[in-house]
């Protein structure tokens, strides 16, 4: 009996040995705990949980560092333990992003790892599809201060300094827009209505990002006459302004009212002698078009339409029609008689 209970006594030392073996605490799976960064890709805060701590110049660019203390050859900062020897995203120093590889605290970034070393101003970026390239931060719209980080496709137009900016001062933000060097409200901007340069006709306001006419929105190069939406430039009704009327039968071509249906624009009074300021012509819309219905040139160099002589629809058939005012201040236009000739001194003449 004295052997059967040592035999029991010494079983239970063995199981109870083994339950408490199994529940002490392993220290190198511990530290396998600790020092396990699991998923790395992405943002560091997207993966890394407390009692670790991200350290590094940006979120996406850190290690999910294990707390401190620290075992050599690593450091402790910000409460994290991090290798300058071999971290690329503390390769040397603290923050500083290596994008190839950090061997001794020293970084052989991607660029020169594929023979193409950036300048000394210049990062090597990942530029996309695990392509990278130099790009100098303090200017580079796309990678502005730091690999990756864009400026505003609307808010910028320039990186300064690294600072994404619009012209010389700070980027656009609230919603406003980079237009032409300084921030507009392209919601009521009469001059950016909607974007940049879309600028609103004559008495149109710009609402919600529309050229309005009243209630009603109009487009591009249109101008509010009254509560009408016009195109100044071809609405014979407002041709050129609103409210100039070019009459009925008439065009409107570039702002100007044309005669009748032939697309031409008739200049009324203009300089028509060799010397400039000393002869004056008029050209008329009449029936078949623009016609020179008076003419004061004392050089004979132009002369009126037969068939519009000093006005539209006075035809001279087969006779000269001959202006002349040379002496008397007004130009006068008639159609010589029969056997008579035109004297731009002094009119229709008998000669001799």
């Known amino acids: 009996m004295r052997h059967l209970g040592l035999m029991i006594l010494s079983v239970l030392l063995v199981v109870g040995c083994a339950s408490s073996k199994k529940t002490e605490p392993n220290n190198n799976n511990i530290n396998n705990i600790n020092n396990n960064t699991n998923n790395t890709t992405g ?7 407390a009692p670790k701590v991200c350290i590094g110049s940006t979120d996406a660019n850190s290690t999910c560092a294990s707390p401190c203390p620290c075992q050599s050859p690593k450091v402790c900062y910000s409460g994290g333990c991090i290798d300058l020897f071999t971290d690329p995203n503390n390769c040397g120093a603290v923050g ?10 020293t970084c052989v970034d991607a660029c020169a790892a594929i023979g193409a070393p950036c300048q000394a101003n210049q990062t090597c970026c990942d530029v996309g599809g695990g392509v990278f390239a130099c790009r100098t931060t303090a200017t580079d719209l796309q990678n502005c201060g730091t690999c990756g980080r864009a400026c505003s496709a609307t808010g910028a137009n320039a990186c300064l300094n690294g600072q994404c900016a619009c012209g010389s001062g700070a980027e656009c933000t609230g919603g406003r827009s980079c237009c ?5 409200d392209t919601n009521n901007d009469v001059y950016n209505c909607g974007s940049c340069g879309n600028a609103c006709g004559v008495g149109l306001t710009c609402t919600g990002g529309q050229c309005m006419c009243g209630s009603a929105a109009c487009g591009f190069g249109e101008s509010c006459c009254g509560n009408y939406c016009a195109n100044l430039n071809t609405d014979i009704s407002n041709c050129g302004e609103c409210g100039n009327n070019c009459g009925t039968g008439n065009g409107c071509s570039a702002g100007d009212c044309t005669c009748g249906t032939s697309g031409q624009v008739c200049k009324g009074d203009y300089d028509c002698g060799l010397m400039p300021g000393m002869s004056t012509c008029t050209e008329e819309c009449c029936a078949n078009g623009c016609a020179i219905t008076k003419v004061n040139d004392m050089m004979g160099m132009v002369t ?37 000739t035109c004297d731009p001194m002094v009119g229709c003449s008998s000669g001799g």
């Open 43 to 49: 943002p560091c805060s997207s993966y890394c949980q």
């Open 96 to 105: 500083n992003y290596c994008s190839g590889t950090c061997t001794n605290g």
């Open 180 to 184: 032409s060097n300084s921030c507009k």
């Open 304 to 340: 009126p339409d037969n068939a519009n002589c000093g006005a539209c629809g006075n035809n001279c058939g087969s006779n000269t029609c001959c202006c002349f005012g040379a002496f008397i201040g007004t130009v006068q236009c008639n159609c010589c008689t029969s056997g008579q």
